[in-house]
């Protein structure tokens, strides 16, 4: 995976696009109770404020202390798919609570329920995140990485 600073700018950029992007159709497809083509062009004026906001987290807090944690429970000795699980599990179990509060603030009005619509947003969104991190963004990202990295 990456292997200099800019290689690794370079993957969060990537990565952080395409979480951000399928999350935020997810959650529109949810608040309009259907899925449409709309919905993808609608995301995009989400996508402008939250993906900044997924980089700067990502490369500067949460990529460290999803590795921290991950190196808990893996040794740089196991396998590679286990130590890439791990880290995405943190990665998830961080960024999803964090993506949620910001979103639930921004886009949801939620006024005076604001713990109980944050932690609905957080009950919807990390079985998602969850699946779409370890079976498709994640696979993808690493794949292309590959492309056109190594």
């Not at 950029?13 to 919905?39: D, E, P, R, T």
């Not at 949460?62 to 943190?90: C, E, G, N, Q």
């Not at 109980?116 to 779409?132: D, E, G, H, K, Q």
Request: aromatic fraction near 22%.
């Amino acid at each position: 995976m990456p292997k200099t600073k800019f290689e690794n700018i370079v993957f969060t950029l990537f990565m952080s696009f395409l979480m951000v992007y399928a999350m935020i159709c997810y959650n529109i497809a949810l608040n309009m109770g259907c899925m449409s083509n709309q919905v993808f062009l609608l995301a995009f004026h989400e996508l402008v404020i939250m993906w900044p906001v997924a980089f700067i987290l990502e490369y500067f807090f949460v990529d460290k202390l999803a590795h921290y944690f991950a190196f808990k429970v893996v040794t740089p000795k196991d396998r590679p798919f286990f130590i890439t699980l791990a880290i995405s599990f943190y990665i998830i179990c961080i960024m999803c609570p964090i993506m949620s509060l910001i979103a639930t603030i921004l886009f949801k009005t939620p006024g005076v329920q604001i713990i109980s619509v944050w932690f609905m947003t957080i009950l919807f969104n990390f079985p998602m995140a969850f699946f779409w991190q370890i079976c498709y963004c994640g696979p993808t990202i690493r794949w292309l990485f590959g492309k056109l990295f190594n």
